[in-house]
């Protein structure tokens, strides 16, 4: 992820204009998307994690003092600590170590607390999503196919991320997207401006905030519902029926 924040200062920034506020917004751009992706990223570590642990979850359910609401618990409070160490690692990057350096302006977050807060967010949607496929996998589609839900979360992520920049997406399709609403909010407190539906067409409509963040939120609340509900038809199964042949 540092390499493209690279990419994006040394070699995609050649057409923005070498004044402060357009730097700032192409340094929010490029840090809203970077921590998007990383986020995914993340996802993708958390669903193998369960995925080799489905098998002990089962029996540590049914025989231990580990229950449904601690479990579920311990995933949110890691994985919303796991997105803030990224997005600050991510800021770090973005206003320190490239663009500043590179361009010779103040190019500071106008947010960093709400930056925090929206990674926190997105770590945990990020979970509830990844646990949602790997137990769809695990009780019904078969270990086998397990690298389905990496594709899945990957390509969501870079599909969505990018097409806000090169596609004029459906507004509603924009609020409804949990994934452009991080972007989205990202984008916002870095730069402290209101987000447009396509970020590179200022004419494009603006998009509002607090919509973003109650559909990242309702996503969140119904993914752990469901959440509940399979974790509870858990099925023990062995990770060698995941290998492939």
Not at 62 to 72: D, E, V
Not at 124 to 151: E, K, P, R
Not at 179 to 204: F, M
Request: proline share 3%; glycine share 6%.
């Amino acid at each position: 992820m540092i390499f493209w924040l690279f990419l994006y200062a040394f070699s995609f920034a050649q057409g923005v204009p070498k004044t402060q506020p357009a730097l700032l917004e192409f340094s929010a751009f490029s840090y809203g998307s970077i921590a998007l992706f990383s986020s995914s990223s993340l996802a993708i570590s958390i669903a193998y994690s369960i995925y080799y642990a489905s098998s002990s979850l089962v029996y540590s359910f049914r025989f231990t003092r580990l229950n449904l609401s601690s479990y579920i618990a311990t995933l949110i409070g890691s994985s919303s600590a796991l997105g803030i160490i990224l997005s600050a690692i991510m800021i770090a990057c973005t206003y320190i170590i490239i663009f500043s350096l590179k361009f010779g302006f103040n190019l500071a977050p106008a947010n960093q607390l709400g930056a925090f807060g929206v990674s926190a967010l997105a770590g945990v949607f990020m979970m509830t999503f990844a646990l949602f496929l790997v137990l769809l996998v695990v009780n019904y589609a078969g270990l086998q196919n397990i690298s389905l839900v990496t594709f899945i979360l990957l390509i969501l992520a870079f599909g969505l991320g990018l097409a806000t920049v090169n596609s004029p997406l459906p507004t509603g399709l924009l609020y409804g997207s949990p994934y452009n609403a991080i972007q989205t909010l990202l984008y916002t407190t870095y730069s402290g401006l209101a987000a447009h539906a396509q970020l590179s067409d200022p004419t494009s409509a603006i998009l509002q905030w607090q919509y973003m963040v109650a559909s990242l939120i309702a996503w969140i609340v119904l993914l752990l519902g469901v959440d509940g509900l399979l974790l509870r038809r858990l099925k023990p199964r062995q990770a060698e029926e995941g290998r492939q042949i």
